[in-house]
Antibody, heavy 118, light 107 residues
Framework: QVQLQESGPGLVKSSETLSLTCTVS????????WTWIRQPPGKGLEWMGY???????DYNPSLKSRLTMSVDMSKNQFSLRLTSVTAGDTAVYYC????????????WGQGIQVAVSS | DIQMTQSPSSLSASVGDTVTITCRAS??????VAWLQHRPGQAPKSLIF???SLQSGVPLRFRGSGSGTDFTLTITNLLPEDFATYYC?????????FGGGTKVDIK
């Protein structure tokens, strides 16, 4: 079965760029939508966006100006870059798979805690 | 964005109890609702999609219902492993949005 694992730094300095990678194992990345979702401490889940296996992306408008997602099919990985981070970007970041338009999100990774320091 | 209003935010129950969680969407989302279970330190797990369809391997004690704007997750015969936080999520319209969560803990 497909499994996802997030990796990246647990601490990023304010105004710098947060970069995370999700490694997919146990299945193909082809023709799926690969998604990032985050949860700030004490707050709800926020869908950040997706990158399709073709490279096509769609981002949450609230983050669009700072967000880039990409996919590397040869490494079975997809990535997130969030620029100009602030304390408000401190969160647990989850990667996940969307099966397609009007399809549920499943499975999810365990999540990675990222803190933004001043 | 579509707002998903979930209630209650928390509840206490005993093993063997039946609990009900509700979710209301700010607009018609047909049946494009999923329910997730999240245990601390684990990956969130999809339980139900299409408002009422169980994901493979999910026990029948989990039941989802509703369409349009009002949705319900019912868990019957609570087991110890069911104590967790549950979220509703709409996938009718981007950006995908989530309810605020319901923490189910042991009474």
């Amino acid at each position: 079965q497909v499994q996802l694992q997030e990796s990246g730094p647990g601490l990023v300095k304010s105004s710098e760029t947060l970069s995370l990678t999700c490694t997919v194992s146990g299945g193909t990345m082809y023709d799926f939508y690969w998604t990032w979702i985050r949860q700030p401490p004490g707050k709800g889940l926020e869908w950040m966006g997706y990158v399709h296996s073709s490279g096509r992306t769609d981002y949450n408008p609230s983050l669009k100006s700072r967000l880039t997602m990409s996919v590397d099919m040869s490494k079975n990985q997809f990535s997130l870059r969030l620029t100009s981070v602030t304390a408000g970007d401190t969160a647990v970041y989850y990667c996940a798979r969307e099966l397609g338009m009007w399809q549920p999100v499943d499975p999810w990774g365990q999540g990675i805690q990222v803190a933004v320091s001043s | 964005d579509i707002q998903m209003t979930q209630s209650p935010s928390s509840l206490s129950a005993s093993v063997g109890d039946t609990v009900t969680i509700t979710c209301r969407a700010s607009q018609d989302i047909r049946n494009y609702v999923a329910w997730l279970q999240h245990r601390p330190g684990q990956a969130p797990k999809s339980l139900i999609f299409g408002a009422s369809s169980l994901q493979s391997g999910v026990p029948l004690r989990f039941r989802g219902s509703g369409s349009g704007t009002d949705f319900t997750l019912t868990i019957t015969n609570l087991l110890p492993e069911d104590f967790a936080t549950y979220y509703c999520q709409q996938y009718d319209t981007y950006p995908l949005t989530f309810g605020g969560g319901t923490k189910v803990d042991i009474k």
